[in-house]
């Protein structure tokens, strides 16, 4: 899997078919801070705009138009997770709908973890990887228009959530309660779901805030940011919070771990 920040040069790049023995991928495209034009095919063209997501794939050739420079986030995840969605045979569309309730939530956390100057958070990479097909694989059930998955329901679940989560961890009022009211779904019924990942809702929170904090304590840029203003941007609802988390996770003070990670 591979993410790749880039600025397209105004007018017209190619992104071309490789060669299969390369490997399939399925690509998410997020245009930054310009619309990207896309054509597919002769004739063919889409818009995709700054709060869009575009699905591309490398068996196809693609051109994409941009009047100025523009900056994009591109998101490759191995195609096998098209195996893994409802109908792997089915066309997906160039520009995601945006009906879909994962798409905001996974372009917030692909910007979170790839802009210019963010905070350097501690999430292995592993687990950013896994996150992010998680989140792939359930929009792709979502854009087949399964509301409802059967044989993969509580992974479903567990991924969107985990999607708003990493997209949202620093807001302070982020509850399990919270997340499952935004899914509509009872919070009985998504703690079943991350049970069944050997996990809880309010252990992800808490990890998701402290590797925030760890990253902002841990960059030289962010010295200047006393322990109250960092656990305001990491989602702790105070200083005394973030201590305690921290200590839990890694068992040091913030104190200490700004000294020695």
Known sequence: MTIERQVLPA?????RATDARDGRFLRLLFPID???????????????????????????????????PATVVSVLVPARILDE???????????????LWLRNPVREFVRSITADGAPRER????????????????????TQGMSKISATAERGLHARAMAYIAAYKSDTELTPAKVAGTMNISLRQLQRAFAAENSSI????????????????????????????????????????????????????PSQLRVTV
């Open 11 to 15: 007018g017209v790049s190619v992104v």
């Open 123 to 142: 999430l292995p990479q592993y687990l950013v990887e896994k996150l992010i097909f998680e989140m792939t694989l359930s929009l792709l059930l979502e």
């Open 202 to 253: 309010t252990e992800e929170i808490r990890q998701h805030r402290v590797e925030t904090a760890a990253g902002l304590l841990a960059d030289p840029a962010y010295r200047h940011l006393d322990l109250t203003q960092i656990a305001q941007h990491a989602g702790f609802g105070s200083p005394a919070e973030m201590r305690r988390a921290i200590a839990a996770v890694h068992g040091c003070t």
């Open 34 to 68: 310009a619309g990207v034009i896309v054509r597919s095919t002769p004739g063919s063209q889409d818009m995709v705009g700054r709060s869009d997501m575009a699905w591309l794939t490398n068996w196809n050739t693609y051109s994409l138009y941009v009047a100025n």
């Open 85 to 99: 969605s409802a109908d792997s045979s089915r066309e997906l569309p160039i520009v995601a709908a945006s009906t």
